[in-house]
């Protein structure tokens, strides 16, 4: 499949409005415009674009969703958060190509009858603040948006939101809270974001990798849209791949194509010749998979067959050199940190779990710590009130079920048993690029 | 059921993380500042002006570089909204600074793919260079290191960021020092800048 999210990324200036237009750009929100915002919700709901933002949800539903005679004002939200281990896919969208997401976001708008958008960015991105905010003045200017845009009497707005550093502001109702200026932490639901969001008004959330698919959609025709990939994973895909592979980046693909294709073609295979030990599919917060599985198709069923999830398509590669216990522990260091707090499990679970990896990995285990984590994992799966806990205990788990004799032999050996030399190496291996 | 065994909360992680706050200087945005919170400001509804809470402490950073009690008392009566709400958006986000900080505050991302690629290397030459702990400024008053978690660019890991604004990409433990001294003698020019910034100076060299 020919790239068509990141065709012209690389282009020198390919992030300008002139670029964009050259490319055809603005003619799917032309062609939206042009129709009642139901047919538009009609077109997505019939490409079967599924979200990008972790969970897969129909993006054509979750605007549905959004009640139509409501008196109140409706929000669209942008998700830009981007902070799951692993990703940076939404990063190169909005640094190359930010008018593709700002028409995705008016067409949004457009469909689900608002005439504000925010984007929530996460607080690190700073510099891509700057090359949306530009973009934003130039599409103005132009008059894509504003006041009557395209004089179809269409008005909508839409700015930028800088967050601070938390992950937990991608979760949506979390994004919310921190976007009416409070700590990030999730809302009971229901009532769901569609219909009480948004200070209180009905709001859809969506990703920015799938808000950049609408414009594709309108363009192309849903037909061509859903083609692109196998049955019901419809679309062009954006992986990121990280860790020990050669090449590590952005790839696009349709959903056809397996790991294997992603890892040992697109990334140019783990780096220096090694072996492949695991790898995690869809962003720290997914399982973690053995070799023998990566000829599994990369797409939301086809991973989930092979006991992993798309997640947010981070593929995070590691080789034979990598610890599984280091690993967990790093990861729960991640999720002890980001925990909000609101719930008990997931506080207080993470930080015994990171507290008993710490020890295992320093060689002060015992063989009933490994039981141990088990047992409180238990104690957070399914016991909170955002999937967070789900995801944090997932790293623990997955290595455990995988990797058991490596906690064995921590305990056993009183220390770390992973070859010495390989956190030595650090970036000076044969992957590392200046 | 119980299931742990003999464990205490160790000091540092279950004690209570409210801190007795810097009073600091009497703080008021500078009229500049000021004018900048108003635009922003206007981005929400009028009633809902708390939503700027966020961009106005990064004002206050930008204006004396941390977050003081003062600063948060005049925010709170900007925003028009009480001091603990502001407090408790000050405490819950990690990039606003409580304590006073070095010129270059520099942050570490520590997470799996830079982990995977040294940031673990990078953070103790860091430390050793600097002779400081993550969370300390070294004596100079230049520097301050923090370890951050995932910055959204793990295919140039190890990654830091200088300041909350400035990207360093592919930081091998071994140029630590390289960075350091460049920062020192041409400031943020020394740093490689993000993903595009990188193209453009060297042309489009893969991903
Ligand atoms: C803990 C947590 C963190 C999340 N972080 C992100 C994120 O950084 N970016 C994102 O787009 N979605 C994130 N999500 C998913 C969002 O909650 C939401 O499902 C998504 O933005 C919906 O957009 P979509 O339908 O376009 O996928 C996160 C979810 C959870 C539970
Ligand atoms: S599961 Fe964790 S992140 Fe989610 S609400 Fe509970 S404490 Fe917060
Ligand atoms: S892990 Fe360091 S940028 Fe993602």
Redesign the pocket.
């Known amino acids: 499949m020919d790239p068509v999210l990141t065709s012209h990324i690389r282009e020198p200036n390919g992030h300008t409005l002139e670029a964009y237009l050259r490319r055809g750009g603005y003619s799917g929100l032309r062609k939206a415009l042009s129709l009642p915002p139901g047919e538009v919700i009609e077109m997505v709901k019939a490409s079967g674009l599924r ?7 129909p ?1 054509g539903m ?1 605007w549905q969703f959004v009640p139509k005679d409501s008196p109140k004002p409706k929000y669209l939200c942008c ?6 281990p692993g ?1 940076f896919k ?1 990063h190169v969208l909005m640094e190359r190509n930010p008018h593709l997401l700002l028409e995705g976001c008016a067409i949004g708008c457009h469909a689900i009858g608002a005439k504000v958008a925010y984007i929530y960015i ?1 607080g690190e991105f700073y510099h891509v603040q700057r090359v949306l905010e530009a973009a934003i003045e130039e599409a103005r200017a132009a008059g894509f948006l504003g006041r009557d845009i395209l004089g179809s009497g269409f008005d909508c707005e839409i700015y930028v939101h800088r967050g601070a550093g938390a ?2 502001a ?3 109702s979390a ?1 919310l809270e921190s976007l009416e200026g409070k700590r990030a932490q999730p809302r009971i639901r229901p009532p769901f974001p569609a219909v009480v969001g948004l200070y209180g008004c009905p709001t859809a ?7 950049c698919n609408v414009p594709l959609i309108l363009t192309h025709g849903p037909e061509w849209f859903a083609s692109l990939g196998p049955e019901k994973n419809g679309g062009p895909k954006l992986y990121c791949i990280s860790g020990h592979v050669e090449k590590p980046g952005v790839y696009e693909a349709s959903m056809h194509v397996t790991l294997r294709e992603l890892i040992y073609g697109y990334a140019g295979g783990i780096r220096g010749g090694r072996a492949l030990k695991a790898v995690i599919t869809g962003g720290s ?1 997914t399982p973690v998979i053995l070799p023998g599985q990566i000829d599994a198709q990369a797409s939301f069923d086809g991973l989930l067959k092979a006991g992993s999830m798309l997640g ?1 398509a981070a593929i995070i590669v590691m080789d034979d050199t990598t610890c599984m216990v280091w690993l967990a522990e790093n990861l729960l260091h991640f999720y002890r940190h980001e925990s909000c707090g609101k719930c008990t499990p997931c506080r207080e679970g993470t930080d015994w779990l990171l507290k008993i990896l710490h020890r295992i990995e320093a060689g002060d285990g015992s063989m009933r710590d490994i039981d141990l984590l088990l047992s409180v994992s238990r104690n957070i799966g399914g016991k909170t009130l ?3 806990g789900d ?1 944090a205990i997932a790293p623990v788990v997955s290595t455990i079920q995988h990797f058991r004799h490596e906690y064995e032999a921590h305990v056993r050996e009183g220390r770390c048993t992973c070859p010495a030399e390989w956190r030595e190496m650090g970036n000076r291996g044969p992957g590392a690029r200046a | 059921m119980t299931f742990h065994p003999e464990m205490r909360y160790e000091e540092g992680l279950h004690v209570s993380r409210r801190e007795r706050r810097d009073e600091g200087e009497p703080f008021a945005f500078t009229p500049e500042n000021r004018q900048r919170l108003e635009a922003i400001a206007s981005h929400y509804p009028p009633e809902h002006r708390r939503s700027a809470v966020i961009p106005a402490l990064y004002l206050v950073q930008d204006q004396q570089g941390y977050v003081t009690a003062s600063a948060i008392r005049h925010v709170a009566s900007v925003i028009g909204c009480t001091e603990a709400e502001v407090d408790d958006v000050v405490t819950y986000y990690a990039m606003f600074f409580r304590k006073p900080v070095g010129r270059y505050v520099i942050q570490v991302c520590r997470t799996l793919s830079c982990a995977l690629r040294g940031a673990e290397r990078v953070a103790a030459e860091l430390k050793r260079a600097l002779g400081v702990e993550v969370g300390q400024t070294d004596p100079t008053g230049t520097f301050t290191l923090m370890e951050m978690e995932c910055l959204g660019a793990c295919d140039r890991a190890p990654v830091v960021m200088v300041n909350n604004e400035l990207w360093h990409e592919c930081q091998s433990p071994d140029q630590v020092g390289a960075m350091l001294d460049g920062l020192r003698e041409k400031g943020p020019a020394a740093l490689t800048g993000c993903h595009l910034e990188v193209e453009k100076k060297r042309g489009p060299a893969g991903p």
Do not use: M, Q
């Not at chain 1, 998700?79 to 799951?84: L, R, T, V």
């Not at chain 1, 959330?205 to 808000?211: A, G, K, P, R």
């Open positions: 979200g990008r933002g972790g969970a897969g949800f993006t979750k998700n830009a958060d981007e902070s799951e990703t939404d996460r992950y937990e991608g979760e949506e994004l959330i969506n990703n920015v990798e799938t808000l917060s947010s955002c999937p967070f995801a």
